[in-house]
């Protein structure tokens, strides 16, 4: 049968063992020979024991478990012509021509360009007498197909990455501890979530938990609503009566809107406020804004009692939701029948989710407009970046 094999690359999310599953047995079930790869490029390139044969029973018990059993590493190794030749090397010498990429945009990024040198990366191996031309002919040609596996949902392409359903999870019930405690003393709360660049998880963190404000990479709007799609959801879903839209970048005296939101709120008679963060959020002109620059603000300027909560790699951790066990499962089968049916000149692709469908989109296509909106966000266009965000 064909070689195959399974890497996760990157920082870990749940439900990525759940598409390593699918992977391996689909890979069986229609006649590959599949290996997993561990530790990620780095595993490609060390080879040895970090390429190991996977069978149907290997991946049992895996679909419940957090993170990624095969191991995960930010691999700078992979980045050099050197450390690919290795990886090369590893894959020819067993066999295998066909990769399943779990990763974010760098990863998958990295899979493209080794697809594309790895005709000359063969080349340097049979002249170096590595590999044999016998070898060269029959392994030419590398297939690839990527799955992206982010707690950030900040890839172009899909409508959700793997694990991020389960990071809104353990976030909202992080907020809803809070809640409780926050009540009994009549606090704020400052809660910090990750998303690296990516303001998806406070976005939807705030709407699921009665966020009084929250701060986005993507620069939250000002307070007149509804304007868009996303304040009328939020006004929904939430009963906010204060909605942020990114049409409209908040202003850089956002100190005043939060306070009068905050003021407004207790002396309506509610006994507590929570404030999200997004890890990476900045004001209008690209500078960060903090936990800390929030809680200064809310101290300085309205004396309440404040406290502020870092989640952390709580929320990359635990166990994978349903939805993100289901995704998995169906990205990582239909991952597989991608490169069954590849032909050397097909373009690699992405597997993702576009409404209910599991589709396949052009691999590099995605990476560009995922690049497209940090270059949006770095040239402070709030309006393109909200929009290539927002384009699957
Ligand atoms: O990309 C996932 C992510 O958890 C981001 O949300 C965060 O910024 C980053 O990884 C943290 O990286 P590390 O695990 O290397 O600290």
Known sequence: GKG??????????????????????????LGCKVYFIREGYQGMVDGGDNIQDANWASVSS??????????????????????????????????????????????LTGANLFRLEWSSLLDELAQNGKITPEQKQKYGVLHIAGMVGSIDN???????????????????EAIDAIVSTAYSHQRTFIMEVMGRHCG???????????????????SPPKADWPQSYLA????????????????????????????????????????????????????RDGKPITAEDVKKVVVEK?????????????QRGGNPSA??????????AEAVLALMEATPDSVPCVVSLDGNQAIRVPLMECVERTKAVAQAMAEKNWELAVKLRGTS
């Open 323 to 332: 939805f993100d066990r289901v995704l998995g499962c169906r990205m990582g």
């Open 232 to 283: 009328v959801v939020t006004a929904l879903t939430s009963e906010a009566d204060y909605v942020f839209i990114p049409e409209d970048p908040v202003p850089n005296d956002w100190q005043i809107s939060l306070c009068e939101k905050l003021a407004q709120e207790r002396s309506a008679g509610q006994r507590l406020n929570i404030i999200i963060v997004a890890e990476g959020a900045i004001d």
């Open 154 to 172: 900040d890839f172009c392409g899909t409508d959700m990455t793997i694990g991020t359903d389960s990071a809104l999870h353990r976030i909202i």
């Open 302 to 314: 309205l004396q309440q009692d404040t406290r502020i909560t870092v989640l952390g790699h709580v």
């Open 62 to 107: 895996i679909i419940h478990r957090g993170g990624t059993v095969i191991g995960s590493a930010r691999c700078a190794d992979f980045r050099k012509r050197e450390g690919r030749l290795k990886a090369a090397y590893n894959l020819v010498n067993r066999g295998i021509t066909n990769l399943v990429v779990i990763g974010g945009d760098g990863s």
């Open 4 to 29: 195959l094999a399974v890497l996760t690359s990157g920082g870990d999310s749940q439900g990525m063992n759940a598409a390593v599953r699918a992977v391996v047995r689909m890979g069986i079930y």
């Open 200 to 218: 998806y998880l406070a976005l939807v963190a705030g709407l699921c938990s009665e966020a009084d404000y929250i701060f986005i990479p993507e």
